[in-house]
T-cell receptor, first 115, second 120 residues
Framework: GENVEQHPSTLSVQEGDSAVIKCTYSDSASNYFPWYKQELGKRPQLIIDIRSNVGEKKDQRIAVTLNKTAKHFSLHITETQPEDSAVYFCAASRSGSGGSYIPTFGRGTSLIVHP | GAVVSQHPSRVICKSGTSVKIECRSLDFQATTMFWYRQFPKKSLMLMATSNEGSKATYEQGVEKDKFLINHASLTLSTLTVTSAHPEDSSFYIC????????????????FGPGTRLTVL
């Protein structure tokens, strides 16, 4: 089955700095890579995702890059703000018909942005 | 966007009792739902896949007689923790795949708000 490794487990930055979180996956058939943000005691929320036919995707201050050959993908947050502080999870899955695929999550990265 | 609700949000029970947690997709149909368990500062651990109209598929190491799953309709899945013990205390989250509100994305997971279970 799929195995997703995520690093670092904790990331502490100063407000305004950039933050990068990296994930690797093992199943070359995985083709969908979402990133979730989970604030303390709340549900994970999708913040950005990328499919295997795209190498990079950007939405304002967040971007995701994908290297299919190396089987790794990264989340980039620029100009970090204190409200970016949360736990971020990457995931990998095969997008199947009927939407019944099963994502494998990374262990999570606790991002702390200091004002 | 798609919304998934979960009830109750928090429950405290005595050891030996059973607790039922409901997961509902509010504005879309979900033939499949997923149940996760999350320990403090840890990742989401998939417990089982709930399939409407058929038996749930449990992950290795998850006791199906302990964690009963019923997916009776296209919008409701329930997880019952039977004969709960303190070690079952955890944060339980359900999710359902659906069309994402995020531009050009599909097949994303929509999570419920979670249920904090404390077994005394």
């Amino acid at each position: 089955g799929e195995n997703v490794e995520q690093h670092p487990s904790t990331l502490s930055v100063q407000e305004g700095d950039s933050a990068v979180i990296k994930c690797t996956y093992s199943d070359s058939a995985s083709n969908y890579f979402p990133w979730y943000k989970q604030e303390l005691g709340k549900r994970p929320q999708l913040i950005i995702d990328i499919r295997s036919n795209v190498g990079e995707k950007k939405d304002q201050r967040i971007a995701v890059t994908l290297n299919k050959t190396a089987k790794h993908f990264s989340l980039h947050i620029t100009e970090t703000q204190p409200e970016d502080s949360a736990v971020y999870f990457c995931a990998a899955s095969r997008s199947g018909s009927g939407g019944s695929y099963i994502p494998t999550f990374g262990r999570g990265t606790s991002l702390i942005v200091h004002p | 966007g798609a919304v998934v609700s979960q009830h109750p949000s928090r429950v405290i029970c005595k050891s030996g009792t059973s607790v039922k947690i409901e997961c509902r997709s509010l504005d879309f149909q979900a033939t499949t739902m997923f149940w996760y368990r999350q320990f403090p500062k840890k990742s989401l651990m998939l417990m089982a896949t709930s399939n409407e109209g058929s038996k749930a598929t449990y992950e290795q190491g998850v006791e199906k007689d302990k964690f009963l799953i019923n997916h009776a309709s296209l919008t409701l899945s329930t997880l019952t923790v039977t004969s709960a013990h303190p070690e079952d205390s955890s944060f339980y989250i359900c999710s359902a795949p659906g069309l994402a509100a995020y531009p050009s994305s599909t097949d994303t997971q929509y999570f419920g708000p979670g249920t904090r279970l404390t077994v005394l």
